[in-house]
Protein backbone atom coordinates (compact mmCIF):
# COMPACT_ATOMS: atom_id res chain seq x y z
CA UNK A 1 0.00 0.00 0.00
CA UNK A 2 1.31 3.59 -0.65
CA UNK A 3 2.48 5.09 2.19
CA UNK A 4 1.23 8.81 2.81
CA UNK A 5 3.56 11.53 1.38
CA UNK A 6 5.59 13.13 4.49
CA UNK A 7 4.41 16.40 5.45
CA UNK A 8 7.20 18.53 4.84
CA UNK A 9 7.45 17.19 1.71
CA UNK A 10 10.68 15.83 2.31
CA UNK A 11 10.87 12.03 1.28
CA UNK A 12 9.80 9.68 4.23
CA UNK A 13 12.02 8.25 6.09
CA UNK A 14 11.13 4.58 5.64
CA UNK A 15 11.43 5.35 2.20
CA UNK A 16 14.98 6.44 2.86
CA UNK A 17 15.41 4.02 4.78
CA UNK A 18 14.70 1.54 2.89
CA UNK A 19 16.56 3.46 -0.73
CA UNK A 20 19.59 3.98 1.77
CA UNK A 21 19.96 0.83 2.23
CA UNK A 22 19.71 -0.49 -1.74
CA UNK A 23 22.13 2.73 -2.42
CA UNK A 24 24.89 1.48 -0.15
CA UNK A 25 25.04 -1.70 -1.99
CA UNK A 26 24.85 -0.59 -5.12
CA UNK A 27 27.99 1.72 -4.19
CA UNK A 28 29.31 -1.46 -2.65
CA UNK A 29 28.92 -2.96 -6.10
CA UNK A 30 30.11 0.28 -8.12
CA UNK A 31 33.46 0.42 -5.94
CA UNK A 32 34.15 -3.25 -6.47
CA UNK A 33 33.11 -2.95 -10.65
CA UNK A 34 34.11 0.11 -11.51
CA UNK A 35 36.99 -1.09 -14.02
CA UNK A 36 34.09 -2.51 -15.44
CA UNK A 37 33.13 1.02 -16.45
CA UNK A 38 35.03 2.96 -19.63
CA UNK A 39 37.23 5.14 -17.49
CA UNK A 40 36.55 8.25 -20.38
CA UNK A 41 32.84 8.41 -20.95
CA UNK A 42 31.60 7.41 -24.67
CA UNK A 43 29.62 11.47 -24.73
CA UNK A 44 30.42 14.31 -26.72
CA UNK A 45 29.91 17.89 -25.65
CA UNK A 46 25.94 18.61 -24.74
CA UNK A 47 24.33 14.63 -24.67
CA UNK A 48 23.99 14.47 -21.20
CA UNK A 49 22.16 18.15 -21.21
CA UNK A 50 20.06 16.95 -24.48
CA UNK A 51 18.92 13.50 -21.97
CA UNK A 52 17.67 16.27 -18.97
CA UNK A 53 14.81 17.41 -18.91
CA UNK A 54 14.95 21.44 -19.84
CA UNK A 55 12.49 22.54 -16.97
CA UNK A 56 12.41 21.80 -13.10
CA UNK A 57 9.73 18.98 -11.84
CA UNK A 58 6.59 21.07 -10.27
CA UNK A 59 5.39 17.79 -8.27
CA UNK A 60 7.28 15.83 -6.06
CA UNK A 61 8.98 12.47 -8.51
CA UNK A 62 9.49 9.26 -6.30
CA UNK A 63 13.14 9.02 -5.15
CA UNK A 64 13.74 5.21 -6.98
CA UNK A 65 12.37 7.22 -10.16
CA UNK A 66 15.59 9.80 -9.79
CA UNK A 67 17.85 6.91 -8.56
CA UNK A 68 17.25 5.20 -11.86
CA UNK A 69 17.76 8.29 -13.82
CA UNK A 70 21.18 8.86 -12.03
CA UNK A 71 22.24 5.26 -13.32
CA UNK A 72 20.90 6.04 -16.34
CA UNK A 73 21.82 9.20 -17.29
CA UNK A 74 24.48 10.47 -15.65
CA UNK A 75 26.72 7.87 -15.04
CA UNK A 76 27.07 6.89 -18.79
CA UNK A 77 28.62 10.44 -18.94
CA UNK A 78 31.05 10.40 -15.95
CA UNK A 79 35.19 9.90 -15.99
CA UNK A 80 35.04 7.36 -13.53
CA UNK A 81 37.96 9.07 -11.54
CA UNK A 82 37.90 5.47 -9.23
CA UNK A 83 38.44 3.20 -11.97
CA UNK A 84 42.00 1.61 -11.61
CA UNK A 85 43.07 2.39 -14.97
CA UNK A 86 42.65 6.42 -14.06
CA UNK A 87 46.57 7.63 -14.80
CA UNK A 88 45.63 10.97 -15.91
CA UNK A 89 46.40 14.13 -14.03
CA UNK A 90 46.66 12.75 -10.36
CA UNK A 91 44.52 9.87 -9.94
CA UNK A 92 42.14 10.19 -6.81
CA UNK A 93 39.81 7.71 -5.44
CA UNK A 94 37.62 7.35 -3.07
CA UNK A 95 37.14 5.10 -0.24
CA UNK A 96 34.39 3.51 2.17
CA UNK A 97 35.16 4.98 5.23
CA UNK A 98 35.11 8.40 3.47
CA UNK A 99 31.95 7.79 1.54
CA UNK A 100 30.31 7.27 4.72
CA UNK A 101 31.85 9.85 6.63
CA UNK A 102 30.33 12.25 3.81
CA UNK A 103 27.05 11.00 3.74
CA UNK A 104 27.39 11.39 7.91
CA UNK A 105 28.27 15.06 7.77
CA UNK A 106 25.23 15.96 5.05
CA UNK A 107 23.23 14.00 7.65
CA UNK A 108 24.77 16.03 10.42
CA UNK A 109 24.78 19.42 8.35
CA UNK A 110 27.21 20.76 10.82
CA UNK A 111 28.32 24.30 9.50
CA UNK A 112 31.90 24.97 10.92
CA UNK A 113 32.24 28.56 10.88
CA UNK A 114 32.28 29.34 14.18
CA UNK A 115 33.41 27.03 17.20
CA UNK A 116 29.88 27.82 18.61
CA UNK A 117 28.47 26.91 15.76
CA UNK A 118 29.80 23.15 15.43
CA UNK A 119 32.02 22.56 18.75
CA UNK A 120 33.42 18.92 17.69
CA UNK A 121 33.32 19.74 14.25
CA UNK A 122 36.15 22.44 14.90
CA UNK A 123 38.14 20.36 17.86
CA UNK A 124 37.64 17.72 15.61
CA UNK A 125 39.41 19.35 13.33
CA UNK A 126 42.15 20.51 15.51
CA UNK A 127 42.84 16.90 16.03
CA UNK A 128 42.95 15.77 13.08
CA UNK A 129 44.81 18.19 11.12
CA UNK A 130 47.48 17.74 14.07
CA UNK A 131 47.58 13.97 13.67
CA UNK A 132 47.60 14.51 10.02
CA UNK A 133 51.02 16.99 10.80
CA UNK A 134 51.95 14.21 13.20
CA UNK A 135 52.42 11.07 10.36
CA UNK A 136 53.85 13.69 7.62
CA UNK A 137 56.86 14.49 10.30
CA UNK A 138 56.07 17.92 10.39
CA UNK A 139 57.02 19.91 13.21
CA UNK A 140 54.80 20.80 16.16
CA UNK A 141 53.09 23.90 16.94
CA UNK A 142 52.01 24.56 13.04
CA UNK A 143 48.21 25.58 12.83
CA UNK A 144 45.98 23.99 10.45
CA UNK A 145 43.55 24.84 8.85
CA UNK A 146 40.70 22.66 5.98
CA UNK A 147 40.06 24.41 3.01
CA UNK A 148 38.28 22.95 -0.53
CA UNK A 149 41.03 23.39 -2.62
CA UNK A 150 44.85 23.76 -3.40
CA UNK A 151 43.74 26.55 -5.07
CA UNK A 152 41.83 28.07 -2.35
CA UNK A 153 44.83 27.35 0.09
CA UNK A 154 47.55 29.49 -1.95
CA UNK A 155 45.32 32.03 -2.17
CA UNK A 156 44.80 32.42 1.43
CA UNK A 157 48.87 31.82 2.02
CA UNK A 158 49.03 34.53 -0.48
CA UNK A 159 46.90 36.96 0.70
CA UNK A 160 48.17 36.30 4.45
CA UNK A 161 51.61 37.03 2.53
CA UNK A 162 50.65 40.39 1.25
CA UNK A 163 49.18 41.12 4.68
CA UNK A 164 52.80 40.89 5.87
CA UNK A 165 54.37 42.87 3.48
CA UNK A 166 55.53 46.01 6.43
CA UNK A 167 53.93 49.28 5.50
CA UNK A 168 51.45 48.30 2.93
CA UNK A 169 48.22 47.44 4.78
CA UNK A 170 46.64 46.11 1.45
CA UNK A 171 43.87 44.77 3.64
CA UNK A 172 43.11 48.01 4.97
CA UNK A 173 44.14 50.38 2.01
CA UNK A 174 43.78 48.11 -1.02
CA UNK A 175 46.26 48.09 -3.77
CA UNK A 176 45.67 51.01 -6.07
CA UNK A 177 48.42 53.29 -6.55
CA UNK A 178 50.50 51.41 -4.24
CA UNK A 179 54.02 50.04 -5.35
CA UNK A 180 53.89 46.70 -7.39
CA UNK A 181 54.36 43.28 -5.42
CA UNK A 182 56.03 40.41 -6.91
CA UNK A 183 56.20 36.90 -6.28
CA UNK A 184 57.95 33.96 -7.81
CA UNK A 185 57.53 30.95 -8.36
CA UNK A 186 59.20 28.27 -10.92
CA UNK A 187 58.12 27.82 -14.64
CA UNK A 188 56.98 24.35 -14.05
CA UNK A 189 54.34 25.79 -10.84
CA UNK A 190 50.83 25.38 -10.77
CA UNK A 191 48.74 27.41 -12.59
CA UNK A 192 46.30 28.16 -9.15
CA UNK A 193 49.26 30.45 -8.54
CA UNK A 194 48.85 32.87 -11.25
CA UNK A 195 45.21 33.07 -10.17
CA UNK A 196 45.89 33.46 -6.84
CA UNK A 197 48.03 36.57 -8.17
CA UNK A 198 44.73 38.01 -10.34
CA UNK A 199 42.40 37.65 -7.33
CA UNK A 200 44.76 39.16 -4.92
CA UNK A 201 45.15 41.88 -7.44
CA UNK A 202 48.96 41.05 -7.19
CA UNK A 203 48.14 40.47 -11.67
CA UNK A 204 49.95 38.45 -13.49
CA UNK A 205 52.69 40.16 -14.08
CA UNK A 206 53.54 40.56 -10.62
CA UNK A 207 54.12 36.59 -10.70
CA UNK A 208 57.76 36.00 -12.47
CA UNK A 209 58.72 32.50 -12.97
CA UNK A 210 62.05 31.23 -12.14
CA UNK A 211 63.96 29.24 -14.47
CA UNK A 212 64.58 25.05 -13.50
CA UNK A 213 67.28 22.86 -13.44
CA UNK A 214 67.94 20.49 -15.84
CA UNK A 215 65.53 18.36 -13.28
CA UNK A 216 62.69 20.95 -13.79
CA UNK A 217 63.50 22.53 -9.79
CA UNK A 218 63.60 25.89 -9.09
CA UNK A 219 66.79 27.54 -9.70
CA UNK A 220 67.32 29.63 -5.70
CA UNK A 221 70.32 31.25 -7.63
CA UNK A 222 68.03 32.39 -10.64
CA UNK A 223 65.43 33.18 -7.92
CA UNK A 224 68.20 35.50 -5.93
CA UNK A 225 68.93 37.06 -9.20
CA UNK A 226 65.83 38.20 -10.03
CA UNK A 227 64.68 38.90 -6.74
CA UNK A 228 67.61 41.80 -6.65
CA UNK A 229 66.84 42.99 -10.45
CA UNK A 230 63.17 43.47 -9.34
CA UNK A 231 64.12 45.74 -6.15
CA UNK A 232 66.33 47.77 -7.91
CA UNK A 233 63.51 48.00 -10.48
CA UNK A 234 61.18 49.42 -7.76
CA UNK A 235 59.07 46.00 -7.63
CA UNK A 236 57.94 45.17 -3.63
CA UNK A 237 59.28 41.26 -3.46
CA UNK A 238 57.55 39.65 -1.04
CA UNK A 239 56.62 35.80 -1.56
CA UNK A 240 57.79 32.44 -3.03
CA UNK A 241 56.25 29.61 -3.88
CA UNK A 242 57.56 26.72 -3.54
CA UNK A 243 56.64 23.24 -5.14
CA UNK A 244 57.16 20.28 -4.15
CA UNK A 245 55.62 17.64 -6.94
CA UNK A 246 55.01 19.69 -9.86
CA UNK A 247 52.04 19.24 -11.83
CA UNK A 248 53.98 17.85 -15.04
CA UNK A 249 56.41 15.98 -13.69
CA UNK A 250 56.35 16.43 -9.96
CA UNK A 251 59.82 17.57 -9.78
CA UNK A 252 60.82 18.92 -5.87
CA UNK A 253 62.00 22.26 -5.80
CA UNK A 254 64.73 22.67 -3.47
CA UNK A 255 63.14 24.00 -0.61
CA UNK A 256 65.84 24.43 2.03
CA UNK A 257 67.76 26.73 -0.41
CA UNK A 258 64.96 28.76 -1.01
CA UNK A 259 64.44 28.89 2.77
CA UNK A 260 67.51 30.24 2.89
CA UNK A 261 66.80 33.01 0.04
CA UNK A 262 63.44 33.60 2.15
CA UNK A 263 64.91 34.16 5.24
CA UNK A 264 67.52 36.74 3.79
CA UNK A 265 65.30 38.95 1.72
CA UNK A 266 62.18 38.99 4.04
CA UNK A 267 59.58 36.99 1.79
CA UNK A 268 57.25 34.33 2.64
CA UNK A 269 57.83 31.08 1.44
CA UNK A 270 54.69 29.34 0.20
CA UNK A 271 54.96 25.44 -0.19
CA UNK A 272 52.75 23.94 -2.73
CA UNK A 273 52.56 20.10 -1.94
CA UNK A 274 49.56 19.71 -2.79
CA UNK A 275 50.11 16.42 -4.53
CA UNK A 276 53.59 15.23 -3.23
CA UNK A 277 52.71 15.82 0.72
CA UNK A 278 50.68 13.37 0.89
CA UNK A 279 54.04 10.56 0.49
CA UNK A 280 55.16 11.79 3.58
CA UNK A 281 53.17 9.69 5.59
CA UNK A 282 55.60 6.67 4.18
CA UNK A 283 58.50 7.62 6.09
CA UNK A 284 61.13 6.83 3.21
CA UNK A 285 59.51 9.47 1.22
CA UNK A 286 59.87 12.40 3.93
CA UNK A 287 62.39 13.88 1.97
CA UNK A 288 59.45 15.40 -0.45
CA UNK A 289 58.87 17.65 2.53
CA UNK A 290 62.55 18.55 3.14
CA UNK A 291 63.12 22.18 4.18
CA UNK A 292 59.13 22.66 4.77
CA UNK A 293 59.28 23.30 8.79
CA UNK A 294 60.99 26.81 7.69
CA UNK A 295 58.10 27.42 5.29
CA UNK A 296 55.53 29.87 6.21
CA UNK A 297 52.65 28.05 5.12
CA UNK A 298 52.29 24.95 3.07
CA UNK A 299 49.40 22.97 1.26
CA UNK A 300 48.25 19.12 1.25
CA UNK A 301 45.59 17.77 -0.27
CA UNK A 302 44.55 14.90 1.31
CA UNK A 303 42.36 14.77 -1.93
CA UNK A 304 44.55 13.97 -4.18
CA UNK A 305 46.70 11.17 -2.38
CA UNK A 306 45.34 10.18 0.65
CA UNK A 307 42.10 8.53 -0.51
CA UNK A 308 39.51 11.12 0.58
CA UNK A 309 37.25 12.45 -1.93
CA UNK A 310 37.12 16.00 -3.63
CA UNK A 311 37.10 18.16 -2.05
CA UNK A 312 39.43 18.39 1.10
CA UNK A 313 42.65 20.36 0.94
CA UNK A 314 44.93 21.31 4.02
CA UNK A 315 46.63 24.56 4.58
CA UNK A 316 49.28 24.53 7.41
CA UNK A 317 50.88 28.04 8.71
CA UNK A 318 53.49 28.78 11.49
CA UNK A 319 51.93 31.93 11.19
CA UNK A 320 48.21 31.93 12.01
CA UNK A 321 47.98 35.17 13.03
CA UNK A 322 49.05 36.95 9.96
CA UNK A 323 46.09 34.68 8.29
CA UNK A 324 43.82 36.38 11.20
CA UNK A 325 45.16 39.66 10.37
CA UNK A 326 44.61 39.00 6.51
CA UNK A 327 41.08 37.64 6.50
CA UNK A 328 39.04 38.31 10.05
CA UNK A 329 35.67 40.80 10.14
CA UNK A 330 33.81 39.63 12.76
CA UNK A 331 30.24 41.55 12.27
CA UNK A 332 28.59 41.74 15.63
CA UNK A 333 26.13 38.92 14.70
CA UNK A 334 29.24 36.67 14.38
CA UNK A 335 30.58 37.56 17.93
CA UNK A 336 30.79 34.59 20.54
CA UNK A 337 31.85 34.51 24.12
CA UNK A 338 34.46 31.63 23.18
CA UNK A 339 36.00 33.51 20.82
CA UNK A 340 38.97 34.18 23.21
CA UNK A 341 39.44 30.34 23.58
CA UNK A 342 38.65 28.98 21.08
CA UNK A 343 39.18 28.65 17.15
CA UNK A 344 36.60 30.21 14.61
CA UNK A 345 38.05 28.81 11.42
CA UNK A 346 35.64 31.31 9.11
CA UNK A 347 39.19 33.54 10.64
CA UNK A 348 41.27 31.73 8.51
CA UNK A 349 39.75 31.96 5.14
CA UNK A 350 38.16 33.58 2.29
CA UNK A 351 33.89 31.39 3.40
CA UNK A 352 32.10 31.74 6.21
CA UNK A 353 29.85 28.72 6.04
CA UNK A 354 32.09 25.78 6.21
CA UNK A 355 31.34 21.89 5.52
CA UNK A 356 32.40 19.54 7.91
CA UNK A 357 35.12 17.63 5.91
CA UNK A 358 37.44 16.83 9.21
CA UNK A 359 35.24 13.66 9.48
CA UNK A 360 36.43 11.98 6.55
CA UNK A 361 39.90 12.79 6.86
CA UNK A 362 39.30 11.47 10.43
CA UNK A 363 36.99 8.79 9.27
CA UNK A 364 40.49 7.23 6.63
CA UNK A 365 43.05 8.03 8.68
CA UNK A 366 41.66 5.67 11.72
CA UNK A 367 40.42 3.36 9.24
CA UNK A 368 43.53 3.06 7.52
CA UNK A 369 45.50 3.70 10.08
CA UNK A 370 49.70 5.72 9.17
CA UNK A 371 50.76 2.03 8.41
CA UNK A 372 47.46 1.48 5.98
CA UNK A 373 48.04 4.78 4.07
CA UNK A 374 52.14 4.09 3.92
CA UNK A 375 51.52 1.23 2.40
CA UNK A 376 49.33 2.16 -0.72
CA UNK A 377 51.37 5.23 -0.93
CA UNK A 378 55.02 2.79 -1.42
CA UNK A 379 52.64 0.57 -3.84
CA UNK A 380 52.09 3.55 -6.13
CA UNK A 381 55.38 4.65 -5.80
CA UNK A 382 56.39 0.78 -6.85
CA UNK A 383 54.51 0.39 -9.58
CA UNK A 384 55.47 3.66 -11.19
CA UNK A 385 59.29 2.69 -11.08
CA UNK A 386 57.72 -0.87 -12.69
CA UNK A 387 56.31 1.40 -15.39
CA UNK A 388 59.54 3.56 -15.81
CA UNK A 389 61.57 0.35 -16.02
CA UNK A 390 59.13 -1.03 -18.92
CA UNK A 391 59.36 1.71 -20.55
CA UNK A 392 63.44 2.57 -20.43
CA UNK A 393 63.88 -1.14 -21.87
CA UNK A 394 61.68 -0.52 -24.31
CA UNK A 395 63.54 1.57 -27.56
CA UNK A 396 60.80 2.51 -29.18
CA UNK A 397 59.89 4.44 -25.80
CA UNK A 398 61.84 7.01 -23.79
CA UNK A 399 61.62 8.38 -20.34
CA UNK A 400 61.82 12.23 -20.36
CA UNK A 401 61.97 12.89 -16.67
CA UNK A 402 63.15 11.86 -13.15
CA UNK A 403 60.42 10.16 -11.06
CA UNK A 404 60.65 11.39 -7.56
CA UNK A 405 56.89 9.77 -6.69
CA UNK A 406 54.55 8.20 -8.78
CA UNK A 407 54.55 9.62 -12.04
CA UNK A 408 56.63 8.62 -14.93
CA UNK A 409 56.87 11.40 -17.97
CA UNK A 410 57.92 9.55 -21.08
CA UNK A 411 56.84 9.34 -24.97
CA UNK A 412 56.77 6.78 -27.96
CA UNK A 413 59.75 7.62 -30.57
CA UNK A 414 58.98 7.70 -33.99
CA UNK A 415 62.65 7.82 -35.81
CA UNK A 416 63.06 9.75 -38.76
CA UNK A 417 60.40 12.08 -38.41
CA UNK A 418 60.19 15.78 -37.41
CA UNK A 419 59.75 16.69 -33.92
CA UNK A 420 56.17 17.74 -34.67
CA UNK A 421 55.68 14.99 -35.86
CA UNK A 422 56.50 12.99 -33.37
CA UNK A 423 54.70 15.07 -30.70
CA UNK A 424 51.48 14.32 -33.09
CA UNK A 425 51.48 11.04 -33.00
CA UNK A 426 52.19 10.77 -29.40
CA UNK A 427 49.02 12.89 -29.01
CA UNK A 428 47.79 10.09 -31.15
CA UNK A 429 49.03 7.72 -28.99
CA UNK A 430 47.45 9.17 -25.96
CA UNK A 431 44.09 9.49 -27.34
CA UNK A 432 43.72 6.20 -29.25
CA UNK A 433 44.71 4.26 -25.47
CA UNK A 434 42.23 6.78 -23.65
CA UNK A 435 39.52 5.88 -26.62
CA UNK A 436 39.63 2.18 -24.97
CA UNK A 437 37.71 2.86 -22.00
CA UNK A 438 40.48 1.09 -20.30
CA UNK A 439 42.91 3.91 -19.68
CA UNK A 440 43.38 6.98 -19.43
CA UNK A 441 46.28 9.07 -19.55
CA UNK A 442 47.32 12.66 -19.47
CA UNK A 443 49.51 14.32 -21.45
CA UNK A 444 51.99 17.52 -20.62
CA UNK A 445 54.41 19.73 -22.47
CA UNK A 446 58.22 19.69 -21.34
CA UNK A 447 61.10 21.62 -23.25
CA UNK A 448 58.33 22.70 -25.91
CA UNK A 449 57.60 19.11 -26.60
CA UNK A 450 54.59 16.95 -26.18
CA UNK A 451 55.19 14.37 -22.64
CA UNK A 452 53.03 11.52 -21.68
CA UNK A 453 52.11 11.19 -18.30
CA UNK A 454 51.85 8.02 -16.33
CA UNK A 455 49.99 8.73 -12.80
CA UNK A 456 49.40 5.97 -10.29
CA UNK A 457 46.92 7.50 -7.43
CA UNK A 458 43.77 5.12 -8.02
CA UNK A 459 43.82 3.15 -4.32
CA UNK A 460 42.06 0.41 -6.50
CA UNK A 461 45.29 0.44 -9.04
CA UNK A 462 47.48 -3.24 -9.29
CA UNK A 463 50.41 -4.01 -11.57
CA UNK A 464 47.77 -5.59 -13.85
CA UNK A 465 46.00 -2.41 -14.87
CA UNK A 466 49.86 -0.60 -15.34
CA UNK A 467 50.84 -3.43 -17.34
CA UNK A 468 47.62 -2.99 -19.46
CA UNK A 469 47.85 0.71 -20.19
CA UNK A 470 51.83 -0.46 -21.42
CA UNK A 471 50.23 -2.98 -23.28
CA UNK A 472 47.38 -0.81 -24.88
CA UNK A 473 50.41 2.62 -25.22
CA UNK A 474 52.77 -0.28 -27.41
CA UNK A 475 50.15 -1.58 -29.65
CA UNK A 476 48.73 2.39 -30.74
CA UNK A 477 52.56 3.26 -30.94
CA UNK A 478 53.39 0.49 -33.23
CA UNK A 479 50.01 0.82 -35.31
CA UNK A 480 51.76 4.22 -36.24
CA UNK A 481 54.93 3.73 -36.75
N1 LIG B 1 49.05 22.50 -6.98
C1 LIG B 1 49.47 21.46 -7.70
C2 LIG B 1 50.93 21.10 -7.71
C3 LIG B 1 48.56 20.72 -8.46
O1 LIG B 1 48.98 19.70 -9.22
C4 LIG B 1 47.19 21.08 -8.43
C5 LIG B 1 46.20 20.32 -9.21
O2 LIG B 1 46.47 19.32 -9.81
C6 LIG B 1 46.81 22.18 -7.66
C7 LIG B 1 47.75 22.86 -6.95
C8 LIG B 1 45.37 22.62 -7.60
O3 LIG B 1 44.63 21.74 -6.82
P1 LIG B 1 43.08 21.99 -6.50
O4 LIG B 1 42.33 21.31 -7.60
O5 LIG B 1 42.87 21.34 -5.17
O6 LIG B 1 42.84 23.45 -6.47
Known sequence: MPR???????IDLEVFREEGRRLVDWVARYLAGAEGYPVLPRVRPG???????????????????????????????LTHWNHPGFFAYFANSSTAPAILAEMLAAALNANGMLWKTAPAATELEVVVLDWLRQ??????????????????????????????VPGLEARRRGLSGQARLRM???????????????????????????????????????????????????WIPFAVVATAGTTSTTSIDPVPALADVCAREGLWLHVDAAYGGSAAVEPSLRFVLDGCDRADSLVLNPHK???VPVDLSVLYTRKPEVLRAAFSVVPDYL??????????FMDYGVSLGRRFRALKLWMVMRAFGQEGLASRIREHVRLAGVFRSWVEADPAFEVVAPSPLSVVCFRARFAGVPAEEEDRRNQGVMDAVNATGEAYLSHTRLDGRTVLRLAVGNIRTEERHVRRAWDLLREAAASRR
Do not use: C
Request: net charge negative; proline share 10%; hydrophobic share 45%.
Open 184 to 234: YASEHAHSSVDKAGIVLGIGQEGLRHIPVDAQYRMSPAALKAAVAEDRAAG
Open 335 to 344: RTAEEAVAPN
Open 135 to 164: MLGLPAGLFGVIQDTASTSTLVALAAAREA
Open 47 to 77: EVKASLPASPPRGPEPLRDILEDVERLILPG
Open 4 to 10: PPDPLGD
Open 305 to 307: WLF
